[in-house]
């Protein structure tokens, strides 16, 4: 297996802007998750969907971020309008048996 | 609401040492917990899962070790290798939320 991925893999934009990132969870696995890393404070979970039914979305920060789970095989995190402190790393993660396998990130920068 | 602490934040040995790194939690009710792993510019890699139940896990070199009466795990890591160098990360599952520990970065010196 390809192992989760995502993209795109750097995002620069400006606020205001819509952001809208991808994942692709390994094939099987019925858990995933979108987390958000920065410097300041580091990894968060942002939300998690079990056969793409969310669970738990206490994480997400506002209302500017959505996400979605439209089937078993993609997933979308959505920020509109972007601001500059959504600049970080966004990490998709999927999990079957609960060890989770992260994806590569997404690097976002809004200007 | 669980708090998950990893001391040291950084820790610099010389190539192999034995050496362990530290996870603590204040609710002592967790699911289960993970290690992971994370090298710059990269995404997490599971390491070892230790479930409510058990009391350790081993994976070649490394041993995890989970005392929930105390609220603590370790990551013991025997002869350390450079390529060991990275942020090692504990979560902590309790029921249907999960919390991650700020990190300890390693650096093993050749």
């Known amino acids: 297996d390809a192992g989760v991925i995502q993209s795109p893999r750097h995002e620069v934009t400006e606020m205001g802007q819509e952001v809208t990132l991808r994942c692709k969870p390994i094939?099987?696995?019925?858990?995933l998750f979108w987390y958000r890393q920065t410097m300041m404070r580091g990894l968060e979970l942002l939300i998690y969907?079990?056969?793409?039914?969310?669970?738990?979305d206490s994480g997400m920060p506002e209302d500017r971020f959505s996400a979605k789970m439209p089937n078993a095989s993609f997933s979308t995190l959505k920020i509109q309008p972007s601001e500059p402190r959504d600049s970080a790393v966004y990490f998709c993660a999927s999990s079957l048996m609960e060890t989770q396998y992260f994806g590569p990130g997404t690097r976002l920068l809004v200007l | 609401k669980q708090e998950v602490t990893q001391i040291p934040a950084a820790l610099s040995v010389p190539e192999g040492e034995n050496l362990v790194l530290n996870c603590s939690f204040t609710d002592s009710a967790i699911y289960n917990l993970q290690w992971f792993r994370q090298d710059p510019g990269k995404g997490l890699t599971s390491l070892l899962l230790?479930?409510?139940?058990?009391r350790e896990q081993t994976s070649g070199r490394l041993n995890a070790s989970l005392d929930k009466s105390s609220g603590r795990s370790t990551l013991y890591i025997a002869a350390s290798q450079p390529g060991d160098s990275a942020t090692y990360l504990c979560?902590?599952?309790?029921?249907?939320?999960?919390?991650f520990g700020s990190g300890t970065k390693l650096n093993v010196k050749p």
């Open positions: 230790i479930q409510s139940s058990q």
């Open positions: 094939s099987g696995h019925d858990y």
């Open positions: 979560a902590v599952r309790n029921f249907n939320k999960f919390y």
């Open positions: 969907f079990n056969n793409n039914v969310p669970i738990d």
